[in-house]
């Protein structure tokens, strides 16, 4: 059974411009949760999806934005980057079924994608 | 609010040794704790959980951690470690399994070392 896939795994840009992160999670996964990693702050949850539809979101700008389509990949935007915004970004899939016996919550992490503003 | 905490930024130990690497949690009401390790330039592998039941759990590779609730931690220890041991380990909690399923809370990282 196929991962999660995270596409481009590496991307340089300059500060002032956009970038798009996609997602495609663990077949049959419906839940999709993104994560911004930096040495100096750690992992940080940013937002969660499950069925189109933002379930929970982290504190981050608004200029950090998600969705997710019906086939559940998901997609992640950060418009007019800073140098701060270089990191690692994760993705993570879960079944997003609520019950105990079907699913006790572990995440399952894409490789990431890191990014470089420059 | 929920958080985690890895006392140690870094473990060091020499193969064949046991290894432990520490955790401890707070939160408010009852935690579903994980570890997960990464390796330079991936994504986080999950490791082991405790949801409930017994106190010592044993996941992948060798590793098992103890959920100690008086203590609030969860430690995660190997017998005998491995050179291909070497990698950072997250300690991550999280409350219940209502609408945040996705959000995990997740402690700073220990680089773990292990020397030949």
């Known amino acids: 059974k196929a991962g999660v896939t995270q596409t481009p795994r590496y991307l340089i840009k300059t500060r002032g411009q956009q970038v798009t992160l996609s997602c495609s999670p663990i077949?049959?996964?419906?839940?999709v949760s993104w994560y911004q990693q930096t040495p100096g702050q750690g992992l940080q949850f940013l937002f969660e999806?499950?069925?189109?539809?933002?379930?929970n979101k982290g504190n981050f700008p608004g200029r950090f934005s998600g969705r997710q389509f019906s086939n559940s990949r998901s997609e992640m935007n950060v418009s007019t980057l800073e140098l701060g915004d270089s990191a690692l970004y994760l993705c993570?899939?879960?079944?997003?079924?609520?019950?105990?016996?079907?699913?006790?919550?572990?995440?399952?992490f894409g490789e990431g994608s890191r990014l470089t503003v420059l | 609010a929920q958080s985690v905490a890895q006392p140690e930024d870094q473990v060091n130990v020499a193969e064949g040794n046991p290894l432990t690497v520490k955790c401890t949690y707070s939160?408010?009401?009852?935690?579903?704790l994980f570890w997960y390790v990464q390796y330079p330039n991936r994504g986080l592998q999950f490791l082991l959980k405790?949801?409930?039941?017994?106190?010592l759990v044993k996941g992948s590779y060798g590793f098992e951690a103890e959920f100690n609730k008086s203590q609030t931690s969860f430690h995660l220890k190997k017998p005998s470690a491995l050179v291909s041991d070497s990698a950072l380990y997250f300690c991550?909690?999280?409350?219940?399994?209502?609408?945040?399923?996705?959000?995990?809370?997740f402690g700073r990282g220990t680089q773990l070392t292990v020397w030949p």
């Open positions: 993570a899939s879960n079944k997003g079924i609520m019950r105990l016996m079907e699913n006790t919550g572990e995440l399952f």
């Open positions: 077949s049959g996964h419906r839940s």
């Open positions: 999806y499950f069925s189109e539809t933002q379930r």
């Open positions: 939160v408010s009401g009852n935690p579903y």
């Open positions: 405790y949801i409930t039941g017994d106190n």
């Open positions: 991550a909690v999280r409350l219940d399994r209502g609408s945040t399923l996705g959000r995990l809370y």
